[in-house]
């Protein structure tokens, strides 16, 4: 399976919406509404951001949300504040309760 | 709160097999719910899912990896391990333990990492 595409990087001005794409196939994010997102400071874990395409964990802020089009999910941030420089990885259901990563992205605060 | 914590050798040579244990605090990994996940990322790189394991002894593994990975559970000690075999420098990597939830109580499909460790690093090198 290979890993979902997503940017090297973005940037984006403190209070600024920033989407982040994940694109895979009809065999993973086409398929299943299975679409997950982390964030990752740098020598840290990664933190569970979305799951299931759009739906957030409690503590997670409401500036994060996400969503599905075809075989290409997304990461929007809005109202874009410095804490939120990090690393954000897509990570989807393929088939055979098998899993797999994007390549990541790196979110710059400028 | 369930807490994560990986053990075991920073250091492992060519060829060798590398052995990383998990222990789960805060939480039973005998709940059937979850998969208990290795996931790796090599220096400066992203990550990439190696594979879980379910209480019962029911495994998934990365395709790729799959002919070098034996995941395990010991369910009387709370603990998961990870063996790798035949490791090169390019198996060089952190390696995290998660906890995956599969499914909830309707048994509506999930499939997401709830709880990490914070990670250990391994170093493939003679």
């Known amino acids: 399976q290979s890993a979902l595409t997503q940017p090297a990087s973005v940037s984006g001005s403190p209070g600024q919406s920033i989407t982040i794409s994940c694109t895979g196939s009809?065999?993973?994010?086409?398929?299943?509404?299975?679409v997950s997102w982390y964030q990752q400071y740098p020598g840290k874990a990664p933190k569970l951001m979305i799951f299931?395409?759009?739906k957030r964990p409690s503590g997670v802020s409401n500036r994060f949300s996400g969503s599905k089009s075809g075989n290409t999910a997304s990461l929007t941030i809005s109202g874009l504040q410095a804490e939120d420089e990090a690393d954000y990885y897509c990570?989807?259901?393929?088939?055979?309760?098998?899993?797999?990563f994007g390549g990541g992205t790196k979110l710059t605060v400028l | 709160q369930v807490q994560l914590q990986e053990s075991g050798p920073g250091l492992v040579e060519p060829s060798q097999t590398l052995s990383l244990t998990c222990t789960v605090s805060?939480?039973?990994?005998?709940?059937?719910?979850?998969?208990w996940s290795w996931i790796r990322q090599h220096p400066g790189k992203g990550l990439e899912w190696i594979g879980y394991?379910?209480?019962?002894?029911?495994?998934y593994y990365n395709p790729s990896l799959k002919s070098r990975i034996t995941i395990s559970v010991d369910t009387s000690k709370n603990q998961f391990s990870l063996k790798l075999s035949s490791v090169t420098a390019a198996d060089t990597a952190v390696f995290y333990c998660?906890?995956?939830?599969?499914?909830?109580?309707?048994?509506?499909?999930?499939?997401?990492?709830?709880?990490w460790g914070q990670g250990t690093l391994v170093t493939v090198s003679s």
């Open positions: 299931e395409v759009s």
């Open positions: 990570c989807s259901y393929v088939r055979s309760t098998t899993l797999v």
């Open positions: 009809s065999s993973d994010v086409g398929s299943y509404d299975l």
């Open positions: 805060g939480g039973s990994i005998s709940s059937g719910a979850y998969y």
């Open positions: 998660a906890r995956a939830l599969a499914y909830d109580s309707s048994g509506y499909w999930k499939y997401y990492f709830d709880y």
């Open positions: 394991i379910h209480y019962s002894g029911t495994t």
